[in-house]
């Protein structure tokens, strides 16, 4: 909701890029609250649609509103609004939470808009993408190997079956992990005969992962994990993984800071057991392929070579600290070249030239190589999703003259319950792969004193109008599960919600993870996902707490 009523404050009070987003042809702010606006009178540049985005959804989203929606004091967003719009350069950012809701892709839209308003795209100390990596070729062309089975086999007719938890898909979902395990347990659309896991563990990080637990019962299980998770604990097969240590393995960066880097992870010790990197597993396992693919593994080799020949990409484009090739590469430990390649300033985009941001470039060019829409432009009004409303409205039942904006909607919460959950990752763990840990598990939880078990945050008020002392034993419940566990009061989480850190529950995982309380947040975690974007819903769920 403060994503919107910023934008609101920004227009409002004039405080918009207008040398990117473009303004009013006479100069005067036409931007009034509750007040409609005649899209001939202002003259976008870099966006689109953002005159009909203030009719029909910005106009009435106000500090105020905000404040009402969300019990945030009305002068606390005011003061951020005014921070964000008269800052630069600024961003605006989000990673799971925003858009864990089926509300989600509305709320990313909205957010990374104030990234277009206040110009702060491809600015210098803005938002960009992540460069590519100029690798080498692989040692073989993959498409020289495949047979016609390979091109034309009637596998390509199968349906993808994380794709359909609804039987007509997700409009934008590339992947849906959540989906595999319910969807074979349910024959949707067929069931699995094998699965094998790499670095996942969804029987226990997957909301609801009981529907895995049966699902799994079903299947021939391979797991590759070096640690004995519940997976591994469900596994036909084990070809256990390096440990982190022990790998040689490349690591792209995630988004940084635009310029491309890639990483490589060097062994800093033997391999204590049997065990072998899963780049390996897969070549090895493809060379006992009967036919012409079973060349291509072979010739492939092993993970070493892929790399070796990856970093000669390197020798025309050595890194900024001497990267060459693979020797240096494995020394230095990362390859890396500044600067990035594009700047936008005062409106206007450059491109490097080799020496400075002096080449100006067309409105053709800026659509082919950054603003990638249908128009060229950052479009408030997405072209993308209105090609598809008519799905859209059919599907979600949402309005088909403002779904293609980003706008406000009720998210929908499941699980029967009265109180919003949230299950955070806390900072030293990851979907509780620190969970085997001790030096981990001694700072998992510092605010509440959470070591041993992780403790259920709920708020003072909350807790003494349902008789519930700091320190009690209390069930949570949803439609899906029950957990009992100890709460602590902490006037830091909203009265209306629970904070459940997504850490302990482990049955598996070894002596240091196994059994401590209380049990996984996943097993009052309704699966539900956006139908749009695929992504999973971990914070919608709300729950009932009682004392035990």
């Known amino acids: 909701m403060g994503n919107f009523s910023t934008a609101c404050y920004i227009l409002v009070n004039g405080l ?265 597993v897969l070549i090895e396992i493809g060379k006992r392929i009967k036919g012409p693919m079973g060349e291509y593994y072979k010739a492939l080799k092993d993970t070493e070579n892929v790399l070796r020949h990856l970093a000669k990409g390197f020798e025309a484009n050595p890194g900024d600290n001497g990267v060459k090739d693979f020797e240096s590469w494995k020394e230095k430990g990362v390859w890396y070249k500044k600067p990035y390649l594009w700047q936008q300033r005062d409106g206007e985009f450059y491109e490097w030239d080799g020496k400075d941001y002096t080449k100006k470039m067309t409105p053709e060019e800026v659509k082919a190589k950054l603003l990638k829409t249908p128009s060229g432009k950052f479009e408030f009004r997405s072209g993308w999703l209105e090609a598809n409303a008519d799905w859209i409205a059919a599907k979600t039942g949402r309005d088909k003259a403002k779904l293609m904006f980003p706008h406000w909607e009720e998210p929908k919460h499941p699980g029967g319950g009265d109180l919003y959950m949230v299950t955070p990752k806390v900072a030293l763990h990851a979907e509780g792969r620190g969970g085997n840990i001790p030096v981990a598990i001694s700072l998992l939880q510092p605010v509440m004193g959470g070591r041993d078990q992780v403790y259920i945050e709920i708020h003072p008020e909350t807790a003494r109008k349902r008789g519930i002392r700091d320190g009690d034993l209390c069930r949570i419940k949803s439609e899906v599960g029950s957990i009992t566990g100890r709460v602590r009061y902490f006037e830091g989480v909203r009265p209306d919600t629970l904070v459940f850190p997504m850490e302990h529950g482990h049955w598996a995982m070894g002596r240091w993870a196994k059994g401590r309380a209380p049990g996984h947040s996943g097993e009052v975690t309704v699966n539900q996902s956006d139908r749009i974007s695929g992504q999973c819903n971990y914070y919608s769920t709300k729950v009932t707490i009682e004392k035990v």
């Open 16 to 280: 918009w890029d207008k040398k990117f987003v473009g303004d009013f042809k006479d100069g005067v702010n036409r931007f009034k609250p509750g007040q409609t606006v005649q899209a001939d009178t202002f003259d976008e540049k870099w966006v689109k649609g953002l005159v009909d985005w203030w009719n029909i959804e910005l106009k009435d989203r106000t500090p105020k509103w905000a404040a009402e929606v969300t019990t945030i004091l009305e002068r606390d967003i005011v003061a951020t609004a005014h921070e964000f719009g008269t800052t630069r350069p600024a961003m605006a950012i989000f990673e799971r939470g925003a858009h864990a809701h089926s509300n989600g892709i509305l709320n990313g839209m909205a957010i990374h808009s104030l990234n277009a308003l206040v110009g702060s795209l491809f600015a210098k100390g803005g938002m960009m993408y992540q460069m590519g990596v100029p690798y080498g070729p692989l040692p073989v062309n993959e498409e020289d190997y495949m047979d016609d089975y390979a091109k034309n086999g009637p596998w390509k007719k199968y349906p993808r079956i994380d794709l359909k938890g609804h039987e007509d898909g997700y409009l934008l979902a590339n992947n849906m992990l959540q989906e595999v395990g319910p969807n074979s347990l349910k024959g949707k659309p067929y069931k699995l005969d094998t699965i094998m896991f790499y670095q996942n563990n969804a029987v226990w990080t997957a909301p609801n992962g009981q529907q895995w637990e049966e699902a799994l019962k079903e299947l021939f299980v391979i797991d590759t994990s070096p640690f004995p998770g519940e997976t591994a604990m469900m596994a036909d097969l084990i070809l256990p993984d390096h440990t982190y240590l022990e790998r040689l393995q490349d690591a792209p960066t995630y988004p940084f800071e635009g310029w491309p880097m890639t990483q490589l992870r060097v062994p800093a010790i033997k391999p204590l057991y049997d065990t072998k990197y899963y780049g390996d």
